[in-house]
């Protein structure tokens, strides 16, 4: 849905805060300091009001030998900490997501779990097993009413219920993932792979794994792979290598475009003309123009940020 952004909320994973952004400028205005160690991802309340930023530890997927257990509740408004929450014992927060009905929905790698938090009662529901303790990221389908997760060096996706909160099964990939993202009509699921410049895509209609997509303009594995609102495009980022991939769903037209060290996230502009990506390697973030498919600007942030929104 498009709107008018009253700013940007980025998480600075290498400076350990989180920076506010002008949106017309890309100027930092504020950041707060007060943060868990590493925070990693966010996500935004449906109201834009709040953002929720995970300490995930000072591992990586698969690595991660001191997990954090924090998730910090973010006052987009006044610009700072309104608290954190602590989902103990469940350890390695990292993706998580809303659900239709309002729940907060958190992979909780080192915990083989994802976590069903209440925002609005500030409480712990429960948790989804989900057969592995590798599930990084995730998605969910409201529709359908399912979650999937990538369990990324299982080289498998977790299927898990959004009604009942039951673990429904594994769907078994070719390799190693690092990166996972569904439609918007939730027809089909793609995954990036770690090993190797490929997409796999998976068709939610029988859970059928589909060809590899080579992607011709990176010589390594990619890692997040975003889609625009209206599914017409995947973006996909390169996993330490400059370069995004912009893939057409309809005709698989795919446009490189050279970005900076080490990108890793970001996020579509609400108006659906460009994207801004992370450069966390260098400390700078990259307005990419979607149409002509190249940089307009490169503007500093922080140390090196992770992942970012406009809200």
């Keep these: 849905m498009s709107f008018v952004p009253r700013g940007i909320v980025a998480v600075d994973k290498q400076g350990d805060r989180l920076l506010f952004l002008d949106p017309g400028t890309l100027e ?15 996500v ?21 030998a001191h997990p954090n257990h924090f ?77 999937c997760t ?8 977790s299927v898990l219920g959004l009604g009942d909160h039951s673990f429904r099964g594994k769907v078994a990939l070719p390799a190693a993932l690092a990166g996972i993202a569904a439609l918007p009509d939730e027809s089909m699921i793609f995954c990036t792979v770690a090993t190797s410049p490929q997409l796999w895509s998976v068709a939610m209609n029988g859970m059928r794994v589909g060809r590899p997509i080579w992607l011709s303009g ?33 005709s698989g037209r795919q446009r490189s475009v050279k970005v900076g060290t080490k ?22 973030l990259a307005e990419i123009d979607l149409l002509s498919a190249r940089v307009i600007r490169t503007v500093p942030a922080g140390k090196g940020c992770e992942t970012l929104a406009y809200f």
Excluded: W
Excluded at 102 to 117: P, Q, T
Excluded at 218 to 244: N, W, Y
């Design 263 to 284: 990108p890793m996230d970001g996020a579509f502009h609400p108006d659906g003309r460009t994207f801004l990506i992370c450069n966390e390697g260098e400390g700078t």
């Design 44 to 64: 935004l309340s449906p109201d834009r009001e709040r953002a929720y930023v995970p300490a995930y530890g000072d591992g990586v997927h698969g690595d991660n």
């Design 71 to 147: 998730i910090s509740v973010i006052d987009l408004q006044r610009r700072c900490l309104e608290r954190n929450i602590d989902l103990a014992p469940l350890e390695a927060p990292h993706t998580l997501r809303f659900g239709p009905e309002g729940l907060l929905y958190v992979a909780c790698e080192n915990s083989g779990a994802v976590a069903v938090f209440d925002v609005r009662e500030g409480r712990l529901l429960g948790k989804i097993p989900t057969g592995s303790r590798n599930s990084h990221r995730l998605v969910i389908l409201p529709r359908s009413g399912l979650i």
């Design 218 to 250: 990176h010589t390594r594995g990619a890692q997040v792979v975003r889609v625009s609102p209206d599914g017409s495009l995947l973006l996909v980022i390169g996993d330490h290598e400059p370069v995004i991939t912009l893939l057409e769903t309809g």
């Design 150 to 157: 990538d369990n990324e060096e299982d080289g498998s996706m």
């Design 28 to 42: 930092t205005v504020a950041e707060i300091t007060a943060m868990p160690p590493l925070p990693h991802e966010l």
